[in-house]
């Protein structure tokens, strides 16, 4: 046997115990690398973001890799527990803004040796949950912690009560009370069928406009070469808007979001159903991977996304009982069968879609003459937004954010403006031509054509012919006031009663 076959152990020429001892010494230097690995692999929380919205507070922590969490509540006094395994604290919370949050104060400390407790002290109760979110272009792993405040609403001056009534009532009148009416027995007393009751007051209502600025947030919607952020743009120009609506008699707007934080996308439009609007629009500023593409567009929602929409609604058992062509509850799915409810939701998102599609043509109209439109016409897609059965609602692309030229007009208080007047002078346009029939605009409208001011509400069992000999005036006059081309009346229907 020669010295090659050897273990290489024993041909070196060094001492044996010099080879053995400098060997075990690597082994335990890699073990106790292996040891340390999951060390050097525990995530590190680099920043805390803090949104506050008026129903919620959003608490975003920044971490340089994945880390597991677990959140509790405890009392006296009100604390958030934040539970990190394995992760360290790489910022400084006391920079952390709490204005208009539940948080009163953080504070943050190790546990178990090798993980991150954080504690917020809060203000009142909250009602929290949390998720994470793995790395996107924007961000690296994150922590996302909400907080939901029991009671209170997503928007800063929710609608009184009042007027909500008001609007209930306005759309009981024209919808429910005609079925019941249609369907009511004949035997009715034919007296007490034709009994003149006065019209009630006019409500006056004003038409309520929903504003979501898109975006918001940690969501910065898309950048511009410049830096300038969607969120940022659409917001100044929300705000405009929003002045402009509540500057002009008959309007009320509401904001989706007032503030700079984020909204999921349904929960837009159920704001603006529960704030009984007619109306909702969508701001934004569209982008693409070219700094060519230019001008404003304006979305309807598109008839395949209307018709899935209703498939979603039919199939949702939460939903069955909920409305349908309209605010006020009061017709509901609940108590028909399926091929009704599919009837009903279909002819209710049709004519919103219709409605959503004229007024949009009015918007069109009026931005293109403050810039120049990427469509000529309204365009229809599947966005989210538009996606409500009862409010006709549209999304409105004011320019390319990505175009270096338009970027700057977005950033410009003058094109702002000038973007938010015509916004507002298509929808107006609309709403003066067909105003909600217990609006200011249309006591206005009925008003000036009726100057006595003189009216009647109809009532089960009424007819044209019975209304007109009640007040003295002839039949054929009470249709001209009324501009009336048949004999159709309907229960709730308000008539001008002209002087005889």
């Not at 949009?360 to 309204?378: A, K």
């Not at 159709?488 to 308000?494: D, Y």
Request: proline share 6%; net charge negative; aromatic share 4%.
């Amino acid at each position: 046997m020669t010295t090659r076959s050897l273990p290489s152990l024993f041909r070196s020429r060094e001492p044996f115990a010099t080879v053995l001892l400098r060997r075990c010494a690597r082994f335990a230097v890699l073990c106790s690398l292996l040891l340390l690995a999951p060390l050097a692999q525990s995530a590190q929380v680099d920043n805390v973001r803090l949104w506050a919205a008026p129903d919620h507070a959003r608490l975003v922590f920044d971490l340089s890799g994945h880390a597991e969490a677990d959140i509790f509540l405890l009392d006296d006094p009100r604390r958030l527990v934040i539970d990190l395994d394995d992760s360290g604290l790489n910022t400084e919370l006391s920079s952390l803004n709490l204005d208009g949050s539940a948080i009163t104060a953080v504070r943050s400390g190790v546990r178990d040796g090798n993980g991150l407790r954080v504690v917020l002290e809060l203000s009142r109760a909250v009602e929290p949950r949390h998720f994470t979110l793995p790395p996107n272009d924007q961000y690296g792993h994150r922590l996302v912690v909400d907080m939901e405040y029991p009671g209170e609403s997503a928007v800063e001056n929710p609608i009184d009560p009042i007027e909500a009534m008001i609007r209930e009532q306005e759309i009981a009148a024209s919808r429910g009370r005609a079925e019941r009416a249609e369907s009511s027995s004949p035997e009715v007393n034919a007296e007490s069928a034709i009994a003149s009751q006065p019209a009630a007051p006019h409500p006056r209502r004003d038409i309520i406009i929903a504003i979501d600025p898109g975006h918001g947030g940690e969501d910065p919607g898309a950048i511009g070469p410049g830096g300038t952020r969607e969120k940022d743009v659409v917001m100044e120009i929300s705000r405009r808007l929003q002045r402009l609506v509540d500057d002009t008699d008959g309007f009320r707007a509401v904001m989706i979001r007032d503030g700079d934080y984020y909204i999921g996308l349904r929960q837009r439009t159920r704001i603006a159903r529960e704030q009984k609007a007619d109306f909702f629009v969508s701001i934004h500023a569209d982008a693409f991977n070219s700094p060519r593409p230019s001008g404003s567009s304006v979305y309807a929602l598109s008839q395949r996304g209307a018709t899935s929409e209703t498939a979603q609604w039919l199939a949702a058992s939460e939903n069955q009982a909920d409305l349908i062509g309209g605010v006020d509850g009061n017709l509901s799915l609940n108590d028909k069968d399926e091929v009704l409810r599919g009837v009903l939701l279909d002819l209710t998102m049709t004519a919103t879609l219709n409605d959503s599609l004229a007024i949009g043509g009015q918007v069109l109209d009026q931005l293109g003459r403050v810039n120049r439109l990427h469509r000529s016409r309204v365009e229809q897609a599947g966005f989210m937004v538009l996606k409500s059965p009862d409010i006709p609602s549209l999304l409105i692309e004011t320019g390319f954010i990505s175009n270096p030229d338009e970027e700057r007009r977005l950033r410009d208080t003058g094109h702002q403006q000038k973007l938010a007047e015509s916004i507002f002078a298509g929808l107006a346009e609309h709403f003066r031509r067909n105003p909600p029939p217990a609006s200011l605009l249309a006591w206005q409208r009925d008003n000036q054509r009726s100057p006595s001011g003189n009216e009647y509400r109809i009532q089960p069992g009424d007819t044209l012919s019975q209304i007109a000999a009640r007040h003295g005036v002839p039949v054929g006059q009470l249709k001209q006031a009324n501009e009336l081309n048949g004999d159709v009346i309907r229960v709730g229907q308000v008539l001008r009663i002209p002087r005889s």
